[in-house]
Structures are given as structure tokens and as C-alpha cells.
């Protein structure tokens, strides 16, 4: 594993533990000290916490699938564009599913030692997801 190039590391932990849903392999792509500095309230770190994820987004959309659009890397960083789509058919977010099939985008920074994901920096497109799902989010004064 440690043989892999930083990118390739990012790209098969991506496809195996969200659209192949092997939830176990995490253990192995993502270091027990793992960081996202920017994960939802209470998720925890560590190869648990990227576990809690995908298990949401799977339950929530059973198909779901994930296309890495773009991948640019320096060192031990990679940052990512992805492209997420799939069918709610279970609750998201405390949304009943809508059997809506949508599709959404996010950003990623990783950065990547030891052949394993060690943080990560990033942003989804929540407005673009929920408006699809039919719920509108409040702008800042409404």
C-alpha cells in the first residue's frame, strides 16, 4: 500500500469505502489519528468517523455513487472535486426520503502519509443536496 502515489491512495479509499461500501477497508486507508477538520457536530475522527459517514450517505441514497471530476496533488496533499449522486430512499438529515435522484459536489484537501489519510480540509455542497431533497436552507437575515 505504501508504494501508492498519494492520489491513488485518495482514489481507492473513496471507491471502496463509499461506492463499494467495503465500510471494513477504512480501517486500512485511514489513520486512527485521522482529522477532519471539517466534520459534522459530534462526528468523531479516526477510521470510525469515515465509517459514520459513509454509512449515512449509503443508507440514505442505497445507489449512491461518487466520480472523482478532478485531483491535483503536491507532496503529501491532494485536493479533489467530487461528484456524488444517488436515489433518498432512506432518511437524510432527518429528511424522509423523497425518492428524489440527486446529485451533488464537494471539495476536498487530504493529506496523505504513510500510505494512509491522516486529515482533511473540505466542503459540500449542502444547498445544491437539500434544495433537490426539497428543503430550502435559510440565508443569513431570513
Known sequence: MHDRTP????????EEIFNLGKLEVADEWIDPGYINHDASPGQIGGPDGVKHVARLYRSAFPDLHLSVERM???????????????????????????????????????????????????????????????????????
Open 7 to 14: 492520489k491513488e491512495i485518495l482514489r481507492r479509499a473513496l
Open 72 to 142: 491535483i496533488a503536491e507532496g503529501d496533499w491532494v485536493t479533489v472535486h467530487v461528484r456524488e449522486q444517488g436515489t433518498h430512499r432512506g432518511v437524510f438529515q432527518g429528511i424522509a426520503p423523497t425518492g428524489h435522484h440527486v446529485i451533488w459536489t464537494w471539495i476536498g484537501i487530504y493529506r496523505i502519509a504513510g500510505g494512509r489519510l491522516i486529515e482533511r480540509w473540505g466542503r459540500i455542497d449542502t444547498q445544491e443536496l437539500y434544495e433537490q431533497l426539497g428543503y430550502r436552507l435559510k440565508k443569513e437575515g431570513e
